[in-house]
């Protein structure tokens, strides 16, 4: 009994002292900004020397006990000075910040302006905007001076045209894609490229080997899709402003509006010209044609902030090329005065391009399941002229894709279905002598394919994931398409990540509009009947290691892709070097590509891009396996970046190396219009050195440093209306040594 009353006085005294030894302190932490008081939420109370301490509500308002012995209260905030009080016999406190004006602190951080995402199963290269701006990028022909897994070049040495090459294979095997809608199709293959400003990409994607099911059958070698600027999140203004030594200019202006919380737009404008004539190999012929394009974008998102968003815009471009001997000013065959001493050969290419699109997609309430719809419009014409062939064409493109998006179960089974409809109508009229009317053929199609699909997608998280999926589509000409994919990603180790990729593609080869630059020769053009649809089969692998090295990471990659036809329109140049021969595949074409590619930070700022390409691309030409042509068997290159601290300058460097390659026979030739029939190897350099300042940059560059040029590129260029004039045996550069200068203005977004 003692026991426990003498337990129940101790508990008392300890209550009573613990009374005594703390009080309650209430109080208020406010600021006084531009005559008007506020009350500071989150504000940092403490005692003094101690772990004790608070921050305020809502109101300001904080409510902190008292230790005996310690009467010193300190307050704080991120932008104010802290304030230390003696806390003596008040309870309830109001407290006054002052503003602390802090000179202007700028974090720096660096990221990889291309990379590899580590979660995305597809062999997909990002291109950020930071790379873009390694080099001039004028347009998207230019996006992929960096990168070493797309070549791009001229198809000839008179149009000015461009294309791609992925896989060792041109292209037109690639799907280009614009905001995941396929684009750029038919007769904007040759020249799409120059149709997208570099100031007007946000980012490009490159994916490797076959794609998913989603976007169509046509991905054969992989997919190009380039996202442009977008009204939410891009600058308030910007300005580009570009010219080289040549007489190239080219200005870009876009603007973004956030009208309301729902409602933004974008302006996105471009005007470029080159209107200098270059002859520097002195041939005869501009290097390269004269040019004038004027290009505009206006979109509009929506977006009411409970689950339901859409976009709407439209695209307008103007483009004409003037290119053949210098001097030519553009007049048509049918009136220039034939036979005439002073006749000069001309090319002509006017093209007229309009787009419309809209994209709308709605969340539903259990936010795991989505429906979307993607449509685009584009009405494509073009006019032209080589020497005295005439083509002009005209293009009628429709494209709708409705996708439903799931789980089944939980997040790690998803799947994506839909309906698809692809439709386009080609008109296309050829004169190959407009001085003989018998000559003209018109040639015309319309395909309408509707389509269906279903992707299966299973995740283990941080260890594999599993994309299986099948489209059939329903072709008006072709039948039934089948179209199964599969795309694999395994971490075989946190550091190591294997993906594989197998699946079909098809696509409608487009004879005259995606080889038009054939028509700047003195070929005939001979078009076998029923030209079959191309169709091949796309496998592969990659591993990527990432190794710490030094405290900083080096990321290792390896690939291998196979693409194999089973029917493919062979472009034949080799049975006569007067003659151009278009049919369908009758024996093997297969092209094989190996890459490996290293990068790594050798020191703070330096990046280092290494690469090694090796290109095993053959066909089968009247019975003969050979070579693909103009194509370099390997390919190296190498991209040294540095940025000094808080990024004030840039200097950027850029070495390609590119080897030997077989070009057609023109054996029966006169002696001095026959060509060797292979290329040596050659090496090309760039270099640009930016400043930057807050809201501007300058750069200044030179292309091709060692002014390489490919020897004679024209044939019989002192002859064009003869027998023997050809310039489409390309493999090089025909424009050497070009310096430029550039400024970008920005005024960014909150």
Not at 215 to 241: A, C, D, H, R, W
Not at 704 to 717: E, L, S, T, V, Y
């Amino acid at each position: 009994m003692n026991r426990i009353i003498f337990i129940l006085l101790l508990v008392v005294c300890e209550l009573s002292l613990y009374a005594q030894a703390t009080k309650e302190i209430t109080g208020v932490v406010k600021a006084i900004e531009k005559d008007k008081t506020l009350e500071l939420v989150g504000a940092n109370v403490y005692w003094a020397n101690t772990q004790i301490g608070t921050v305020t509500d809502f109101n300001g308002e904080f409510v902190i006990e008292q230790p005996k012995g310690n009467s010193l209260l300190v307050i704080s905030y991120i932008g104010y000075k802290p304030d230390t009080i003696i806390v003596n016999d008040e309870q309830s406190l109001e407290v006054v910040l002052k503003s602390d004006e802090l000179d202007e602190v700028l974090v720096a951080g660096k990221k990889a302006g291309s990379h590899m995402s580590r979660i995305d199963p597809l062999t997909k290269v990002n291109i950020t905007g930071a790379e873009l701006c390694k080099a001039a990028c004028c347009n998207l022909s230019e996006s992929f001076e960096t990168n070493a897994s797309v070549d791009v070049s001229y198809s000839d040495a008179a149009t000015g045209a461009k294309q791609i090459q992925l896989l060792g294979l041109s292209g037109n095997y690639v799907q280009m894609m614009t905001e995941n809608i396929p684009n750029f199709r038919g007769l904007a293959t040759l020249y799409g490229l120059n149709y997208i400003p570099g100031a007007w990409m946000e980012s490009i994607q490159i994916s490797k080997g076959t794609s998913t099911v989603v976007n169509g059958y046509e991905s054969l070698t992989g997919q190009i899709n380039v996202e442009y600027k977008k009204p939410v999140n891009s600058e308030k203004f910007f300005l580009n402003m570009y010219a080289n030594h040549t007489g190239r200019w080219e200005s870009n202006v876009n603007g973004s509006i956030h009208i309301n919380d729902k409602w933004t737009t974008a302006i996105l404008a471009h005007y470029s010209e080159d209107q200098k004539s270059t002859d520097d190999n002195n041939d005869g012929f501009r290097d390269e044609p004269l040019l004038k394009q004027v290009n505009f974008i206006n979109r509009w998102d929506y977006n009411n902030k409970n689950g339901f968003t859409s976009q709407v815009g439209i695209k307008v471009l103007d483009e004409n090329r003037l290119g053949g001997q210098m001097g030519f000013n553009g007049t048509r065959p049918e009136d220039q005065q034939i036979g005439a001493s002073n006749q000069l050969y001309g090319i002509n290419i006017d093209t007229r391009r309009y787009e419309g699109f809209y994209k709308a997609g709605y969340v539903f309430d259990d936010e795991v399941s989505s429906l979307a719809l993607v449509a685009n419009y584009a009405y494509h014409q073009q006019n032209s002229f080589y020497g005295r062939k005439v083509y002009d064409a005209e293009q009628k493109s429709f494209y709708a894709n409705l996708i439903f998006q799931s789980v089944i179960g939980n997040d790690n089974n998803k799947f994506n279905t839909g309906l698809s409809f692809q439709s386009d109508e080609f008109d296309e009229t050829l004169m190959m002598n407009f001085m003989s009317p018998a000559d003209v053929q018109m040639l015309g199609r319309k395909e309408l394919v509707p389509g269906a699909y279903f992707q299966y997608t299973y995740s283990l998280p941080d260890k594999l994931t599993l994309i299986a999926g099948g489209r059939a589509d329903f072709h008006n000409e072709f039948g039934t398409l089948l179209t199964p994919r599969l795309h694999i990603k395994y971490n075989l180790m946190p550091n190591t990540i294997l993906r594989a990729s197998a699946g079909k593609g098809y696509r409608t080869p487009n004879v005259l509009a995606e080889n038009s630059y054939l028509l700047a020769s003195a070929r005939e053009v001979n078009i076998a009947n029923n030209i079959d649809q191309e169709e091949a089969w796309n496998y592969g692998a990659n591993i990527t290691q990432y190794i710490k090295v030094g405290g900083r990471e080096l990321t290792l990659n390896a690939e291998y892709y196979r693409t194999d036809f089973q029917n493919q329109l062979i472009v034949d140049m080799d049975q006569s070097s007067s003659a151009v021969y278009f049919y369908n595949l009758d024996g093997k074409s297969y092209a094989n590509n190996f890459q490996v590619e290293g990068k790594y930070e050798l020191l703070r700022g330096l990046d280092m891009v290494a690469a090694w390409r090796l290109n095993d691309v053959k066909a089968t030409y009247s019975g003969e396996l050979m070579d693909r042509p103009l194509i370099s068997r390997t390919k190296g290159l190498i991209n040294l970046s540095y940025s000094t601290p808080l990024k004030k300058w840039q200097f950027d460097f850029t070495t390609q190396f590119n080897g030997k390659g077989r070009v057609p026979s023109v054996a029966d030739n006169p002696a001095e219009y026959q060509r060797p029939e292979s290329f040596d190897a050659y090496q090309v350099v760039n270099a640009q050195v930016t400043k930057y300042f807050r809201k501007w940059n300058v750069y200044v560059g030179a292309e091709n440093h060692g002014n390489f040029k490919q020897d004679n590129p024209i044939i019989a260029g002192d002859d064009p209306f003869g027998n023997y004039f050809d310039s489409s045996l390309i493999w090089g550069p025909i424009m050497g040594r070009r310096f430029y200068f550039g400024l970008r203005f920005s005024i960014d977004r909150d």
